[in-house]
C-alpha cells in the first residue's frame, strides 16, 4: 500500500490570487454580457476589482466570482438588472 497524501492549499499563505482570479472574472463577464459591460469604464473596472477583495470570503468556488462581478456591476449601475434568462 501507499505513503501518506497531502494536500496543501497555499492561497492566502504563500500566494494571493485574488487580483488575478478577479481580473479573470472581469474578463469573462464582459464576454458573457456583453450590453452590461457597454456602461462599464476603466475606473469602474478598477472599482470592481478593489470591491472583490472585501467580498472574497464569500467565494467558495471559482465561478461565483463572474456572478460576483456581474452583482457589483448591477449596484452601481441599477438599469444593468434586466432578466437573466437568455
Known amino acids: 500500500m501507499g505513503g501518506d497524501l497531502y494536500a496543501l492549499d497555499f492561497d492566502g499563505v504563500l500566494c494571493d490570487s485574488c487580483g488575478e482570479s478577479s ?3 472581469v474578463k469573462a463577464a464582459k464576454v458573457r454580457w456583453p450590453w452590461v459591460f457597454e ?23 471559482g465561478y461565483e466570482n463572474l456572478l460576483l462581478v456581474r452583482l457589483l456591476v448591477e449596484i452601481r449601475i441599477p438599469s444593468a438588472r434586466r432578466s437573466s434568462i437568455w
Not at 456602461?39 to 468556488?61: K, N, S
Open 23 to 25: 481580473l479573470s472574472a
Open 39 to 61: 456602461q462599464v469604464d476603466a475606473a469602474m473596472e478598477e472599482w470592481i476589482v478593489e470591491q472583490m477583495y472585501t467580498l472574497r470570503p464569500v467565494v467558495e468556488t
